[in-house]
């Protein structure tokens, strides 16, 4: 339900009920639940036009995991939230987001993707949609802001520390499609070394990327809070292209307890002039006595070693899957590992030590249709001395997953497909998605046909794919079938549904069986082969001339005729034409399945039929025929033999 008071009414109504009656326990704990010192440790906006002036304002956030509200609390064992949860944004200025139309929204739920007990912080993705009612501010951005308070109580002395925050983001629809996308707001570490006899800086990258092409914006220092003590002595810059130094003057002095911590407000603008900040907090901390390495990433099965210098591409429906490692200069020590930015669909093994001394985990993501876009990836190693390295961040563009399509002039419209013969027709399907796995399904086949997938990767000539194969063989009584058969293509989603939804593509072709042709699938005789076609071995010797001997075999592979192709006569009926030739209704239709057989049927003198003429049982049957077939017409036509097709040699 979303509230309909701020801070200043419960002041009034607490200020009221005190002087009337002192609080009860319960109704004091309810108060401090939205006051109980700043939990925001920092935040990133970006946005994506959706349709028409409707946008998604996407916010990147990170708060003090124990902060004591029940909108806070979660499945941990401790009550508070962790990986998976869904909390509600509260405090003692309620979190808002001001569209800059007099509009906002207070009621923001954050999915936690990231969790740290021991670093009490916690990250989370929030997402938001809102329509304008024009695609500018009468020539101007828009200017979204998100707002509230309050900023942790660890900031440098009392200057920032329980202070409101506010971030901005520029929307001018007429501009930009969408707003950089910059990187995850983390916890960094810096440690200082006690008494070090010369200057010193540490460096670590905070880029931005436009959402999609993951080129990088430019970015630019804003603010860095106000600052004193050790934290004011540091001189911090910010490149364009994101990388931040925290330079460290010579001999500089440093308690022996070093806790101090300062915000940075950093601002991204696109080409197009689309700007959107980020906020994040910097640690200042005395060196330990054992400082990490800064760690590597390696991909399973991969030659490719991260970090990279520009985004790796993947799709829906993929797996990632990497290790990361990281050494300590004190063999004893145990090390784990931080990864903010992770996406919620993901999975880290354990830390455990390998045969080299390292430490590694194992970390799997299943890329979602949620993470369409720049997601960026961090990894910060903690030692259990207190030591914590810098971070190291990953940049991938999650794109749309492209439909697999045919590829036409190898995906043919119509086929024949022979009698007999093991026929395997071939469809190729090219998808950029080198990943991605099909499935295929027939629709409209004949009964015994089927089909298989296999998958294409690079080295294909048409790249990455998927080649079909339609398998049939049509009996001997299969003689002019003909069938529209459609072939469809999935996309195999995996863990993640497809970018929309079951992406499929759909190719049709004509399958047509040859009349009066058939196959011979291993040695054989005439005799069989007659005899499978409902003839006998004197007509096939008679229909294939090439045989030179009946009783030859007739080796494997051979293509033989069965009968004889010819224009059935304008006019006459199945029942006239085959008792012409001395068949049997039954064997006339075996011979010719694309021909209707009901008794009102006649021909039209276009069609061509597949025959095996029978004289004697032909002279049977015109004796028995009541009005013989002499004294109609198409019979006549007949005796011309000028529209008789023998067989094609």
Same mark, same amino acid.
């Given at each position: 339900?979303?509230?309909?008071?701020?801070?200043?009414?419960?002041?009034?109504?607490?200020?009221?009920?005190?002087?009337?009656?002192?609080?009860?326990?319960?109704?004091?704990?309810?108060?401090?639940?939205?006051?109980?010192?700043?939990?925001?440790?920092?935040? +990133? =906006?970006?946005?994506?036009?959706?349709?028409?002036?409707?946008?998604?304002?996407?916010?990147?956030?990170?708060?003090?995991?124990?902060?004591?509200?029940?909108?806070?609390?979660?499945? *941990?064992?401790?009550?508070?939230?962790?990986?998976?949860?869904?909390?509600?944004?509260? *405090?003692?200025?309620?979190?808002?987001?001001?569209?800059?139309?007099?509009?906002?929204?207070?009621? /923001?739920?954050?999915?936690?993707?990231?969790?740290?007990?021991?670093?009490?912080? =916690?990250?989370?993705?929030?997402?938001?949609?809102?329509?304008?009612?024009?695609?500018?501010?009468?020539?101007?951005? %828009?200017?979204?802001?998100?707002?509230?308070?309050?900023?942790?109580?660890?900031?440098?002395?009392? =200057?920032?520390?329980?202070?409101? #925050?506010?971030?901005?983001?520029?929307?001018? =629809?007429?501009?930009?499609?969408?707003?950089?996308?910059?990187?995850?707001?983390?916890?960094?570490?810096?440690?200082?070394?006690?008494?070090?006899?010369? +200057?010193?800086?540490?460096?670590?990258?905070?880029?931005?990327?436009?959402?999609?092409?993951?080129?990088?914006?430019?970015?630019?220092?804003?603010?860095?809070?106000?600052?004193?003590?050790?934290?004011?002595?540091?001189?911090?810059?910010?490149?364009?292209?994101?990388?931040? +130094?925290?330079?460290?003057?010579?001999?500089?002095?440093?308690?022996?307890?070093?806790?101090?911590?300062?915000?940075?407000?950093?601002?991204?603008?696109?080409?197009? *002039?689309?700007?959107?900040?980020?906020?994040?907090?910097?640690?200042?901390?005395?060196?330990?006595?054992?400082?990490?390495?800064?760690?590597?990433?390696?991909?399973?099965?991969?030659?490719?070693?991260?970090?990279?210098?520009?985004?790796?591409?993947?799709?829906?429906?993929?797996?990632?899957?990497?290790?990361?490692?990281?050494?300590?200069?004190?063999?004893?020590?145990?090390?784990?590992?931080?990864?903010?930015?992770?996406?919620?669909?993901?999975? !880290?093994?354990?830390?455990?030590?390998?045969?080299?001394?390292?430490?590694?985990?194992?970390?799997? #993501?299943?890329?979602?249709?949620?993470?369409?876009?720049?997601?960026?990836?961090?990894?910060?190693?903690?030692?259990?001395?207190?030591?914590?390295?810098?971070?190291?961040?990953?940049? %991938?563009?999650?794109?749309?997953?492209?439909?697999?399509?045919? !590829?036409?002039?190898?995906?043919?419209?119509?086929?024949?497909?022979?009698?007999?013969?093991?026929?395997?027709?071939?469809?190729?399907?090219?998808?950029?998605?080198?990943?991605?796995?099909?499935?295929?399904?027939?629709?409209?086949?004949?009964?015994?046909?089927?089909?298989?997938?296999?998958?294409?990767?690079?080295?294909?000539?048409?790249?990455?794919?998927?080649?079909?194969?339609?398998?049939?063989?049509?009996?001997?009584?299969?003689?002019?079938?003909?069938?529209?058969?459609?072939?469809?293509?999935?996309?195999?989603?995996?863990?993640?549904?497809?970018?929309?939804?079951?992406?499929?593509?759909?190719?049709?072709?004509?399958?047509?069986?040859?009349?009066?042709?058939?196959?011979?699938?291993? @040695?054989?005789?005439?005799?069989?082969?007659?005899?499978?076609?409902?003839?006998? %071995?004197?007509?096939?010797?008679?229909?294939?001339?090439?045989?030179?001997?009946?009783?030859?075999? !007739?080796?494997?592979?051979?293509?033989?005729?069965?009968?004889?192709? !010819?224009?059935?006569?304008?006019?006459?009926?199945?029942?006239?034409?085959?008792?012409?030739?001395?068949?049997?209704?039954?064997?006339?239709?075996?011979?010719?399945? @694309? /021909?209707?057989?009901?008794?009102?049927?006649?021909?039209?003198?276009?069609?061509?039929?597949?025959?095996?003429?029978?004289?004697?049982?032909?002279?049977?049957?015109?004796?028995?025929?009541?009005?013989?077939?002499?004294?109609?017409?198409?019979?006549?036509?007949?005796?011309?033999?000028?529209?008789?097709?023998?067989?094609?040699?």
């Amino acid at each position: 339900m979303k509230p309909e008071y701020s801070y200043s009414h419960w002041v009034l109504l607490v200020l009221g009920l005190w002087c009337a009656l002192a609080p009860s326990p319960a109704r004091a704990q309810e108060i401090r639940v939205q006051d109980n010192g700043g939990h925001y440790r920092g935040a +990133s =906006l970006s946005w994506q036009r959706l349709q028409g002036n409707e946008i998604e304002l996407v916010i990147l956030s990170s708060w003090r995991r124990n902060f004591t509200s029940s909108y806070f609390s979660g499945k *941990g064992s401790d009550g508070f939230a962790v990986k998976g949860d869904e909390i509600v944004l509260n *405090g003692r200025q309620w979190p808002s987001v001001q569209w800059g139309d007099g509009q906002q929204d207070n009621y /923001i739920k954050v999915r936690v993707q990231a969790h740290s007990v021991q670093g009490n912080w =916690l990250h989370g993705r929030s997402v938001l949609r809102h329509t304008f009612a024009t695609p500018n501010n009468a020539g101007q951005a %828009w200017v979204v802001k998100f707002t509230g308070c309050c900023r942790l109580a660890s900031l440098n002395k009392d =200057l920032t520390a329980d202070a409101p #925050w506010e971030l901005k983001s520029s929307v001018d =629809l007429l501009q930009s499609e969408a707003s950089p996308v910059p990187g995850i707001p983390l916890d960094v570490y810096v440690p200082i070394k006690p008494s070090a006899q010369q +200057s010193y800086a540490v460096s670590f990258s905070l880029p931005a990327v436009e959402r999609a092409t993951a080129a990088p914006s430019t970015m630019s220092l804003l603010s860095l809070g106000q600052r004193t003590g050790v934290a004011g002595q540091l001189n911090i810059t910010l490149q364009s292209n994101g990388l931040l +130094s925290v330079s460290v003057p010579a001999a500089l002095p440093v308690p022996d307890v070093l806790q101090d911590s300062l915000y940075v407000l950093i601002r991204a603008t696109s080409a197009s *002039g689309s700007f959107c900040d980020m906020d994040l907090q910097i640690n200042i901390i005395r060196e330990a006595v054992s400082a990490t390495v800064p760690m590597a990433l390696q991909p399973q099965g991969s030659a490719a070693v991260y970090p990279s210098a520009t985004a790796i591409n993947v799709w829906p429906g993929n797996v990632v899957q990497f290790t990361v490692r990281a050494t300590d200069a004190e063999a004893s020590h145990l090390l784990g590992f931080d990864l903010p930015g992770l996406p919620s669909d993901s999975s !880290v093994s354990s830390p455990r030590r390998d045969g080299n001394g390292n430490w590694v985990a194992d970390v799997q #993501w299943n890329v979602c249709t949620a993470d369409i876009g720049p997601v960026q990836v961090c990894s910060i190693v903690r030692d259990n001395a207190g030591g914590v390295s810098l971070p190291q961040c990953m940049m %991938w563009l999650v794109l749309e997953s492209p439909a697999p399509a045919f !590829v036409p002039s190898m995906s043919p419209n119509s086929t024949a497909l022979y009698m007999n013969k093991d026929n395997r027709v071939k469809f190729i399907i090219r998808d950029a998605n080198c990943q991605s796995q099909h499935t295929v399904e027939l629709q409209g086949q004949p009964e015994g046909m089927r089909a298989e997938i296999r998958h294409l990767d690079a080295n294909h000539a048409i790249g990455c794919g998927a080649e079909v194969s339609v398998l049939y063989r049509p009996s001997y009584t299969s003689g002019g079938e003909q069938n529209r058969v459609c072939i469809t293509v999935k996309e195999i989603c995996g863990a993640c549904n497809c970018a929309n939804g079951d992406t499929s593509v759909q190719h049709c072709f004509d399958a047509s069986v040859p009349k009066c042709m058939s196959y011979v699938r291993q @040695d054989t005789t005439l005799g069989r082969v007659g005899t499978a076609v409902g003839t006998d %071995w004197l007509r096939m010797w008679e229909f294939n001339p090439s045989v030179l001997h009946p009783d030859h075999l !007739v080796p494997h592979d051979t293509l033989l005729h069965t009968g004889r192709l !010819v224009y059935a006569p304008k006019g006459s009926t199945v029942q006239e034409l085959s008792g012409h030739y001395g068949m049997s209704t039954t064997h006339f239709a075996n011979l010719n399945r @694309d /021909i209707a057989t009901q008794a009102s049927f006649r021909f039209t003198g276009e069609e061509l039929v597949c025959v095996v003429p029978d004289s004697c049982q032909a002279k049977l049957q015109r004796a028995k025929a009541s009005s013989g077939y002499r004294d109609q017409e198409w019979f006549k036509q007949v005796q011309t033999d000028r529209n008789v097709i023998t067989n094609n040699n």
